[in-house]
C-alpha cells in the first residue's frame, strides 16, 4: 500500500512540475553581442530569469501562463537583431509563432519548453530534452509500480 501512494506521489509531482513556470535567457543582441551569437555558452554571462516573475506586455489580452522560451529574430533600419525572452503566448497561438510589439518584421520565431532551453534555437535541442525528461518519468514510474506488486 506504501509503494502504491509513493508511486502515485511520484506521478503527480513529475505532472506537477510541467505546469510551473520556467527559467529563460532574457537578452538583446542591441545591448549584448553575446546575445547575438548562435548558441549561448556558460561563459556568456547572459542574464537568466525566472518567468513568474517577468512583467507580462500590456499590449497584449489574452495570455497564458509563461511556459516557455523564445528566440527571435526581427530586422528594421537597425539591422537585423536577436532577442531572448520568457515567451508570452496568446491564447490560441502556434508554436513557433511570435508577436513583437515594437515595428519590426519577424524573420524567425522559435519557441521551446524547459529551463534556459532558448540557448539556441535549434528545434532538436527541445526534443531530445523532451525526451529525456519523458524517458526518465516513466522508468522512475516503473520502478513504483513494481515495487507496489
Keep these: 500500500m506504501l509503494q502504491q501512494v509513493f508511486g502515485c506521489l511520484l506521478i503527480a509531482m513529475c505532472l506537477m512540475h510541467s ?5 529563460c ?4 543582441s542591441l545591448t549584448d553581442p553575446n546575445c547575438g551569437k548562435d548558441v ?14 517577468e512583467i507580462k506586455p500590456n499590449t497584449m489580452d489574452a495570455l497564458q501562463a509563461v511556459t516557455k522560451c523564445n528566440k527571435v529574430v526581427t530586422s ?14 496568446v491564447i490560441g497561438q502556434k508554436d ?3 508577436s513583437v510589439t515594437h515595428s519590426a518584421q519577424v524573420e524567425s520565431c522559435y519557441t521551446c519548453k ?24 516513466t ?3 516503473v520502478f513504483a509500480v513494481q515495487l507496489a506488486v
Design 19 to 23: 505546469a510551473t513556470a520556467i527559467k
Design 139 to 141: 522508468l522512475l514510474t
Design 76 to 89: 528594421d533600419r537597425a539591422g537585423k537583431i536577436v532577442s531572448r525572452d520568457c515567451h508570452f503566448e
Design 114 to 137: 524547459g529551463d534556459l532551453c532558448n540557448a539556441s534555437g535549434a528545434a532538436a535541442t527541445q526534443g531530445a530534452a523532451s525526451f529525456v525528461a519523458f524517458s526518465a518519468a
Design 40 to 53: 549561448i555558452d556558460a561563459t556568456s554571462n547572459i542574464r537568466q530569469v525566472d518567468c513568474d516573475f
Design 96 to 98: 513557433n509563432e511570435c
Design 25 to 28: 535567457y532574457k537578452c538583446k
